[in-house]
């Protein structure tokens, strides 16, 4: 069965990094386009990076761009989510998530807290 197993997540301080990784079974992982989502307490979750089955193109929500990277290892069958230059309003559980039709995959996420 699919599975999607997050992980890196941590407390940081302010302007620091951190690198999520989700590593994936179940499916032919370098078939699928996978994405990065986050969602902070009390808000709705948000789309934050997402990248091609070949790894060839990437797209960013406006917030983490230019501060975010998504990559991924069709070898390792993992996406990986390096985080620079962290801000406080970055705080919440990230998930990885794949759309296989008809179903969504959750991995069950990993908690980013930024916070001096």
């Known amino acids: 069965q699919v599975q999607l197993v997050e992980s890196g997540g941590g407390l940081v301080q302010p302007g620091g990094s951190l690198r999520l990784s989700c590593a994936t079974s179940g499916f032919t992982f370098s078939s699928y386009a996978m994405n990065w989502y986050r969602q902070a307490p009390g808000k709705e979750r948000e789309w934050v990076a997402g990248i091609t089955s070949a790894g060839g193109s990437t797209g960013y929500a406006d917030s983490v761009k230019g501060r975010f990277t998504i990559s991924r290892d069709n070898a390792k069958n993992t996406v990986y989510l390096q985080m620079n230059s962290l801000k406080p309003e970055d705080t919440a559980v990230y998930y990885c998530?794949?759309?296989?039709?008809?179903?969504?995959?959750w991995g069950q996420g990993t908690q980013v807290t930024v916070s001096s």
């Open positions: 998530r794949l759309r296989r039709l008809p179903y969504d995959y």
